[in-house]
């Protein structure tokens, strides 16, 4: 069982930044891939970044590439996303997500995910 708590969320004017976290419990953090997910309100849940459980490889949705980056660190049982250059579409409930299995393709897909976190909201006004 892994379970998992965001934090960092907020409200930010277009063009800030802002740095997501995820806490994890369970001792075996390290071997999971782990991923970002945002829903806005009316749409659907959508992959935003992943990262492998070495840390050594990453992959990251088009609207998010150049501007986030996610990051982890096995050893506080972590994951984090740094986002730059927030835009009013980035507007949503970020989720982190941990999952078994890794390769760049499935790391996109919600359904690879076994385990989620409950979200912290983050606002971008214009």
């Known amino acids: 069982q892994v379970q998992l708590v965001e934090s960092g969320g907020g409200l930010v004017q277009a063009g800030g930044s802002l740095r997501l976290s995820c806490a994890a419990s369970g001792r075996t953090f390290s071997s999971y891939t782990m991923g970002w997910f945002r829903q806005a309100p009316g749409k659907e849940r959508e992959f935003v970044a992943a990262?492998?459980?070495?840390?050594?490889?990453?992959v990251y949705a088009d609207s998010v590439k150049g501007r986030f980056t996610i990051s982890r660190d096995n050893a506080k049982n972590t994951v984090y996303m740094q986002m730059n250059s927030l835009k009013p579409e980035d507007t949503a409930v970020y989720c982190c997500?941990?999952?078994?299995?890794?390769?760049?393709?499935?790391?996109?897909?919600?359904?690879?995910?076994?385990?989620w976190g409950q979200g912290t909201q983050v606002t971008v006004s214009s």
């Open positions: 990262i492998r459980w070495s840390g050594e490889d990453a």
């Open positions: 997500a941990a999952a078994i299995y890794w390769s760049r393709v499935t790391a996109q897909s919600r359904n690879e995910y076994r385990y």
